[in-house]
Nanobody, 118 residues
Framework: QVQLVESGGGLVQPGGSLRLSCAASGSISSINVMGWYRQAPGKERDVAATITNDGVTNYAYSVKGRFTVSRNSARNTVYLAMNSLKPEDTAVYYC????????????WGQGTQVTVSS
């Protein structure tokens, strides 16, 4: 079982920046994908950015060039640096982990609120 604990959300003005962190603990596979999904009010949960254990990243089109996902595999931690934030980035951001094994299920953090508003 894997536990994910997020931190770093909050209220920021449009154009501002935030950095999210997520620490994983428990039965961590060294071959995995970690990252961030987000869910805005009334919408489905969608991927924001992910990164594999060998550094391959994937971004939603709407955040490319503004968000950067990174990780410290030795510490089982993943980060999301968010710049040039827009009101439409307002959402609950969820940390995600999944072993890169066929049929493996993912784990979710409890979520952290990011609000972009003036």
């Amino acid at each position: 079982q894997v536990q994910l604990v997020e931190s770093g959300g909050g209220l920021v003005q449009p154009g501002g920046s935030l950095r999210l962190s997520c620490a994983a603990s428990g039965s961590i596979s060294s071959i995995n994908v970690m990252g961030w999904y987000r869910q805005a009010p009334g919408k489905e949960r969608d991927v924001a950015a992910t990164i594999t254990n060998d550094g391959v990243t994937n971004y939603a089109y709407s955040v490319k060039g503004r968000f950067t996902v990174s990780r410290n595999s030795a510490r089982n931690t993943v980060y999301l640096a968010m710049n040039s934030l827009k009101p439409e980035d307002t959402a609950v951001y969820y940390c995600y982990y999944r072993p890169r094994i066929a049929g493996a299920l993912g784990s979710w953090g409890q979520g952290t609120q990011v609000t972009v508003s003036s």
